[in-house]
């Protein structure tokens, strides 16, 4: 079974914390002192990513590993689909 999106996410952040509505964590782009990073999880399953010191989402997916396509829920069988 896939994990959700925002498992894998958190999963690979730092000095995660819960808060109202979803996590705070330090920014994996720069050098973060404070939780700046905020993640939460969509309607849809999807992650929801934002830097509040300005860091792109680009930027946060690279230093996370991951590629803004891993922030969706990945459907069954759409790898397939996109081969034919």
Known sequence: MLSKPVERV??????????????????????????SLSIGEGKDGRALLFCHAGCSLNEVVTALGIRVRDLFVQRRGADEKSSL
């Not at 920014?27 to 404070?34: A, E, G, L, R, V």
Request: contains cysteine.
């Open 10 to 35: 958190l999963g690979r952040l730092e000095n995660v914390a819960e808060v109202s509505g979803g996590w705070t964590a330090r920014c994996p782009t720069h050098d973060d002192n404070m939780n």
